[in-house]
């Protein structure tokens, strides 16, 4: 084994993440992340054919853990005002893997505002997330349209809040969503 096959392809992935976080995506290449991880760009051909696969793993760690992980971890509570409680909780990670959440957001909402191809995928991924919380919403006995726009708020309050941390504004204020959540709860036709 050489010391270019130490690295996992997960150590690239983690290291492209940090760098798009930090750069957006034009800082994510293969000689960069090489520097970063201290491995000559030889080493990153071990695990991948070519930056577009590395940004692929990057996109399917961000949708797989973003989303994926976060519906699964919700569908395993029965109560649906403990779900809500636990995605709002689970949004407002800070970190993941160690890397800015929010900054991680924001890049590849860029990413996807000039890329066709990943704006498709980050549509996708916005809806599934929209959609869910919209379901879980509907569990309270709120209609499915005004499921639909309380989903859509929370998103959009969520993004804001990624915007406000980013920009280290005062506003970053992640009662602010938890009062928002409580309020939606206390307010649900099902509990009243």
Known sequence: MTPHTKLKPTDWVDAAMQALAEGGVEAVSVEGLARR???????????????????????????KEGTDDLIVHA???EDPVARLRLLTEESLEATSRGVDVARTEMAIRSWAAR???????FLHVERRR????????????????????LSKAMNLAVVGLFVERVSGSEF????????????LITEAPRLE
């Open 37 to 63: 991880l201290g491995v000559s760009k030889g080493s990153f051909y071990w695990h991948f054919t070519g930056r577009p696969a590395l940004l692929e793993a990057v996109l399917a760690l961000w949708e």
């Open 115 to 121: 890329d066709a191809q990943v704006g498709e995928r």
């Open 172 to 183: 970053a204020d992640e009662s602010a969503l938890q009062l928002m959540i409580e309020r």
């Open 75 to 77: 569908l395993a509570i």
């Open 130 to 149: 929209v959609e869910f919380l919209a379901a879980q919403i509907r569990e309270l006995g709120y209609d499915a349209e005004t499921a639909l726009r």
